[in-house]
């Protein structure tokens, strides 16, 4: 994908919260920033000025606790989106057919196969 290069001064803190987290998700500086201006600029102009006030204005809890909030609803948003994924591709797995016991050793056979790929 063709891009174009931006700059943004931040403090060295900032800096190496960056690069410490780039590290960590194996991913460069610049991609944590990209997906960082991706997420602000995509959300409404009001989200961005009330982000904008909480970090000039808000004390450290303030924004700890708005930030803890932002990441419930992300997180809630992807395990619904997990859901619908992994109930269509259940449902393909399944002859219409199924009877109950069927479909119990389906669900505790996908289980499995998840819980296998997170070791």
């Not at 700059?7 to 991913?27: F, G, N, P, Q, T």
């Not at 970090?55 to 619904?80: C, K, S």
């Amino acid at each position: 994908m063709a891009g174009r290069t931006i700059s943004a001064y931040v403090s060295d803190d900032i800096a190496d919260h960056v690069a410490l987290e780039a590290k960590r998700e194996e991913r460069s500086p610049a991609q944590i920033a990209a997906l960082a201006l991706r997420f602000f600029i995509s959300l409404p102009r009001d989200a961005r000025a009330s982000l904008v006030a909480l970090d000039n204005l808000g004390t450290l809890d303030e924004r700890r606790q708005a930030l803890n909030e932002v990441a419930r609803v992300l997180n809630i948003a992807e395990f619904d989106m997990t859901c619908r994924r992994m109930a269509a591709h259940a449902s393909t797995l399944a002859p219409d057919d199924a009877s109950e016991n069927d479909l119990d050793r389906l669900a505790a056979d996908l289980t499995a196969a998840a819980l296998k790929r997170r070791e």
